[in-house]
Structure formats: C-alpha cells, structure tokens
C-alpha cells in the first residue's frame, strides 16, 4: 500500500513553469526523504532535488539551482517541485523516488542499487519546447 504518484507534467516554453506534485501515501513523510529524478531515454538518470519530510531540508542538482523550488504539504503527503524558467535542456521524465532515511544529501547521490531499493512513482512527462 505505499505508494507515490506524479502529477503535473506537461509541454511549455522555454521560460515557462511548472509544478510537479508528488502524492505520497501508505507512509508519513516525517521519516522519509522525497527526490525527484529525471531520465531521457538512453542516458543516465540524475537526480534534480531532494527534501527531507520531516523539517523540509533541502537538495538541489546544480543545473536547477535558482530555477527549481521544491517544497512539503505534510498534512496532505505531498511533496512539490516548482520549476521557472525552464530551458529545452530539462525535458525528461521526471520521477517522484521516496526512501526511509534522514540524509538528504544521500538521498541525492544514491547508487543505482540504493534507488533500486526506493519507493518509485511511474514518472510525469516534462517538454520544453518552443
């Protein structure tokens, strides 16, 4: 019964936004760090922010920086990403990924195998395009 489902994805421009929502239940997210990660098709997936549920610590991959804003509603088991001025470069599936840890950072530079050992949602579609 624990599960995580994106929401929110969809085609902009570039400078445009978008909010990305990740619905968490089955779990608390007081006792979880909650990432999103994104992947093209035939490259490798990387992580683009983390945040810890519990005092809403925060991650984020330097090419987001200043861009993206990722955020809690604990009282719903939700987590958010906003995302401003996107640019081409951050069309990708994006993946809401959830873990039983208090290191966010870790969270963020997770091995394949730890991911593999995470909660994962099945993606929302992000485009950027003119």
């Known amino acids: 019964q624990l599960q995580l489902v994106e929401s929110g994805g969809g085609v902009v421009q570039p400078g445009g936004s978008l909010r990305l929502s990740c619905a968490a239940s089955?779990?608390?997210?007081?006792?979880?760090?909650i990432g999103w990660f994104r992947q093209v098709p035939g490259k490798e997936r990387a992580g683009v922010s983390c945040l810890r549920g519990l005092d809403g610590l925060t991650y984020y991959a330097d090419s987001v920086k200043g861009r993206f804003t990722i955020s809690r509603d604990n009282a719903k088991s939700t987590v958010y990403l906003e995302m401003n001025n996107l640019e081409p470069e951050d069309t990708s599936v994006y993946y809401c990924?959830?873990?039983?840890?208090?290191?966010?950072?870790?969270?963020?530079?997770?091995?394949?195998?730890?991911?593999?050992?995470?909660?994962w949602g099945k993606g929302t579609q992000v485009t950027v395009s003119s």
């Open positions: 990924v959830g873990r039983g840890t208090q290191n966010v950072e870790a969270m963020f530079l997770s091995s394949d195998e730890d991911l593999g050992m995470s909660m």
């Open positions: 089955g779990f608390t997210l007081d006792y979880y760090v």
